[in-house]
């Protein structure tokens, strides 16, 4: 009976650190071994990390890259592994090394490569031509990387027809809310297309904005998912696949059978002998998917955890308000880096309620985390006889005057953490950002901003799923049902300046991730005046966002390199 | 006597504002038949202003772009107009419309994308696939866009080898110092390679990080430049093209003989008729190409001037230090808005020099601009006592301290910008930005970074050139003889933190320009540790740069979009 032990190495790996990677990439390789998987597999550019961007651009990195997979290669023994690297043959490709016996055997070369949203594939790499099957004790496998399973005729359709009886997917597919199941219901759909055994791997970890979430996972040629690795962890997702059911599946099937006898030939390579089977049938584990809270959460406790600790950070500071957002970061600080490595600060000013103080220390209590608590107040008297002396006299207060106290702290918050080298991070939400709504160099000073990508009203969702799953009001009730304010004048409220969350959010949902007209909004029934002037906030505040720090990516598109528009737009959609 | 009158329309469009480009369009085309053109040509994307990034994942900015050109083409009647806009038919081109007598007679679709430096046109456009040639007045012309000439063998020399006589190329080539007499080399050896008349025409303008310099010509099949437009600047350059030449010098030519006459067919399409010819011959206008400072000045006036009213400020604000970087600054200001448009402010520490403020107060006079004074003295103190009392006790003053200051004067400078709605305009260098030699938030913070791509030696250069063709110490002498400093503590220097900028700017140009390995720098002369210290600085610094505001490239590689880094990286270069 012909059946194929795979193990799929679902690692955690940074950008750069090749010396790190190689050193994990061969620790997964003897697990693997001691479970006695046939073959191994990685996720894609294991070697460099995902994305490595312009580090692609020094010829000593492709280099360096190089030597680390020889170097991996030949510690490599009777195990078949796949190892994501960069290629390099007069240009360089995003490619992927089938190792066996201390040789690399063969490299495959990534055909698709995305140029869209967070992706730049075609800055840097060419495209591969070669579309191989392997042998690999006894059976047909094909091997492709991450964007050539998107398309269904792309190389793993090929490679099937021309035999293939597994497709191996090395994939580095970054997290947003609901991606999983929308990958996994296309993965089962090729496994079905092409009657194959379908194993799909992919990178987990933070990397500045993106998050990958892991979640590999085996589909079998009926489509369904026979084994799914850990969402949000490091994991080794080990199975037994029966390739004779491949035949089995093909025979009943008319379509595919045409198809493979008009098929072209592709080129053969073989790479491992047959060997006994060890006995016993490991079936692989499987894991639900979570909640839609649940994931953004575990998508944001491994986004900060890595940014923080990959950038060697011992602790973080965060300065708490007393509202929604400061709380829901500090949380995931706590979730994320332990109690003992987050610092709240407290800076009330002579706006600040005694309610949001009463809240904020209750929450850092509840969390048991440090805080400082540093007053403004007099600072800011001291800005505005500055400033009226010098410069303006006594023209009325206004925003200047809110901004001032921001930026204050935005100073007092980065005074910290230079003293003691501490990260900021900074606690704006996506519908502040998408609008303006905070002040640059401000609240938005800081060096990695947790939530910039949860509306707000989604960040009341998942604070209250937080609050569930700790089974007590960590968050303090009436952080929940307070009002917002930004609390920078008297009796100050969000909803002075912006639409009730509920109205604001889908109409940015619809303009800022959904590229929508001014017209197509108004008939999904808003007040056409407050379509414009949200649409009028999101497109002048171009320059703020400009400036914000990088921030996890949980949307399908996020600010950042996900959405690229020029600050100097004179293009009105209404 | 086959000749044709031709117009380059060297025009100043603005992103997104097509209702302003469209009749920026019409007046050049009103020009040009005054003139008696038989043909008016205009830079890529003419009709979106380019870059125009995400906006084309807009359908409703594509559309209406649509709508722009259709009513561009009604109102052009008896001459031949050649416009960029995006073409729409299943997916988008950046095209050029052929328009004759009310009609788009053809569309061309650009097929070489580049997805490098600062483009990414792969994440945007589909490419072209016909490569027409058209006949207008009886003369063969091949049109086609920017990166479609860099290739050889490309799209022009296919045209001529069909019998264009005229290959025209539309571009949007943005500037750095010295691509000018690259790129006219460059279409110079077209020109004789393609035995044809070769008219470039190039966008002139701001558009956030990018200048474009226009300094649009056309060359003869001799490959000499016979016409050349104004740089920096709006221009129609009109000349008249004796076609019938390109046939006597084709016949001299035995081996462009034979590649034509093995050429295949390409698809030809009528444009417009013969007509009589106007009397007299222009023969078109050339100017020199000027030294580096000058370029680099003018493209730094323009930078500016551009995106100060493309993005409608009034004035600019300028913190003055007495030091190089914001007098250079400042200068540039006061050229690009007049003198009345710009404002500085003083603000005074313990630590600033008497020097340091004649000097500033000084320039200002020279330049003739309004200045506020605000010192920081009590507000320094007054967050040194809180945070003293409230956070580190007696721990010992350090770079801590420093930043404090740099960010009072972003508040300040920020609080000024917001009370009367000013643009702030940051004066750090390349050699700062490099090194993070900058405070987060403090002298990074503000709107526009004027010389963020200018290294310090080069700032030194254009400043004396500034003085030179001023022809008197506008900016004061003594800013260029006293040794660079921060003034953020006691004797500062910049020296006790940095190489001396002689040392420093080449290897910084080598490291982050040119992607060289440490081994390369040191072998080209420099002392190893330095070296290691300054790769150091760059690689930690990414996340500053990644929170600066946008600044003009004169550099072939500038930070921003045409550099990108991974802020978590671990590769460490030795």
Redesign the interface.
Known sequence: MRRLRIALAQANF?????E?NRSKILQFVKEAQREGADIVVFPELSVTGY?????L?????VEENLKTIKDIAQQIGDIVAVVGFVDLEKDIYNAAAVIYQHKIVDVYRKIFLP??SVF?E??YFSRGERIPVYEIRKCQVGINICEDIWYPDGPGHIQALAGAELIINLSSSPFYAGKRSYREKMIAVRGIDDAAFVAYVNLVG???ELVFDGGSFIVNPEGEIIARAKLFEEDLLIADLDIESVLRTRLHQPKIRKEILQAEKVYKVFVAPPKERPSGFIKGRTEETPPLEREILQALVLGTR??VN??NFKKVLIGLSGGIDSSLVAAIAVEALGKDRVVGVLMPSPYTSKESIEDATELAKNLGIQI?????T??FE??KK??RE???GD?PE???EE??QA??R???L???S??FGWLVLTTGNKSEMSCGYAT??GDM?G?FAVIKDVMKTMVYKVAAYYNKIKERDVIPQRVFVKPPSAELRPNQKDEDSLPPYEILDPILKAYVEE?R???EIVEMGFDAETVKKVIRMVDINE?KR?????GIKITPRAFG?D???????????F
Request: no cysteine.
């Open positions: 940074t950008v750069g650190d090749l790190g994305p490595p961007e312009d580090l651009l020094k010829p000593q990195f140029t869209y730049d075609d800055r933070g990397q500045d890595d940014y990959k950038n400082y608590t540093v007053p403004i007099d600072i001291q800005f500055e400033l010098r410069v303006w023209m206004d925003t200047t901004n001032i930026r204050i935005g100073n007092i980065m005074a910290i230079n003293k640059l160099y000073a060096g590229d007209s001014y017209r320059y400009r400036q914000a720090p990088p390199k959405r690229r528009l020029p600050i100097t737009n004179k293009f009105v959609p």
